[in-house]
């Protein structure tokens, strides 16, 4: 079950009842970055790229809970940086579960199993764990040697103490269709984690690494070839269809850059996580001062070859509730 029940209509009354209200803007799930300091250098994240001032800046437990309550957002995912690495980010999730936000923690895993005493298994928290690749491919997207071995293992751990743990990956043009299943099979069926979200790369300005970024056609092809209907019925996968549609170019959607917006050590960053032209000091600036429509495939050029998730997961998901069909499609395939 990719998504429980309970949380999958907590998220849907939320959608509805702002639909109803007829708010112009409001949030699916907010991104936070509570820093960008991390252990790892993976090249093709430019994180931490930022100065070293502003690598040693963190959020505070009352600045992330304040602006998660200002934007009334139901679901966050904390991610950075690492997050492992903050020293308060236990009781970040402990007061965000507190308020009933469903918590998604963002982790490469290299410090997960020393952490695990610090959580607390709840129906409002997972992990969620980054896993670009089997073996050596994982360990080159991270440029280190033996994380691979450290995520299984932090993974099983968790699982086996009683938390929920979902997966991250992100593939790049040096991926197969080969190479996305078998990631997937993995995941699914060795190491059985509760769901996975899947990405194709997107080019950070400041990664280190720009040659692997894919372009839209190719990012369809991978996807197309790579799944199949019954296969992706089979994954458990934290999608709703239509966005999976999208990935394969069954379907195409326009960004909706506003559905995740993005809190970090710089405040509220325009428009997404994945560029920034600015911040704004409080979730009401960011909605009411961006120019939200000069962004997406064929309006900015540093999104032509943009399919990521935070973009248009959203746009999908307003999609699916347009329409009956889509709707019970979408149930079925969480449940």
């Not at 437990?61 to 020293?87: F, K, Q, R």
């Not at 560029?275 to 032509?304: I, Q």
Request: charge should be positive; proline fraction near 5%; hydrophobic fraction near 40%.
């Amino acid at each position: 079950m990719p998504i429980p029940m309970r949380q999958n209509l907590r998220i849907g009354a939320h959608l509805l009842r702002n639909k109803l209200q007829k708010k112009q803007y409001y949030p699916f799930i907010v991104e936070i970055e509570p820093l960008f300091a991390c252990n790892l250098s993976c090249p093709g994240c430019g994180k931490i790229q930022h100065p070293t001032e502003i690598l040693r800046k963190r959020l505070s437990v009352e600045d992330i809970v304040g602006a998660v309550e200002e934007s009334g957002t139901p679901m966050v995912s904390i991610a950075g940086g690492e997050p492992l690495l903050h020293p308060d980010i236990d009781k970040i999730v402990t007061e965000l579960v507190k308020r009933k936000v469903y918590v998604y923690l963002c982790t490469n895993a290299v410090l997960l199993r020393r952490r695990l005493e610090r959580f607390t298994p709840s129906h409002f928290f997972s992990w969620v764990v980054h896993v670009d690749g089997l073996g050596e491919r994982h360990d080159a997207a991270v440029d280190r040697v033996g994380v691979f071995d450290e995520v299984v293992q932090a993974v099983r751990e968790a699982k086996s103490r009683g938390f929920r743990v979902t997966t991250n990956s992100t593939f790049f043009n040096t991926d197969s269709p080969k190479t996305v299943r078998d990631v997937l099979d993995f995941l699914n069926d060795d190491l059985k984690v509760d769901a996975m979200m899947i990405s194709p790369a997107f080019a950070y300005e400041k990664a280190p690494d720009q040659e692997h970024f894919m372009g839209v056609e190719q990012t369809r092809r991978l996807f197309a070839e790579a799944f199949g209907e019954r296969r992706r019925r089979r994954w458990r996968l934290n999608h709703s269809p239509l966005f999976l549609d999208f990935l394969e170019g069954k379907v195409d959607f326009g960004c909706t850059a506003w559905g995740i917006p993005s809190y970090s050590v710089l405040g509220w960053q325009r428009p997404c996580y994945l560029m920034a032209d600015g911040y704004a000091t409080s979730y009401r600036e960011l909605v009411e001062s961006t120019d939200w429509s000069k962004y997406g495939r064929g309006k900015d050029p540093r999104c032509d070859n943009c399919m990521a998730h935070c973009g248009y997961e959203p746009t999908a998901v307003i999609a699916s509730m347009a329409s009956l069909r889509q709707s019970l499609r979408a149930l079925v395939s969480t449940h």
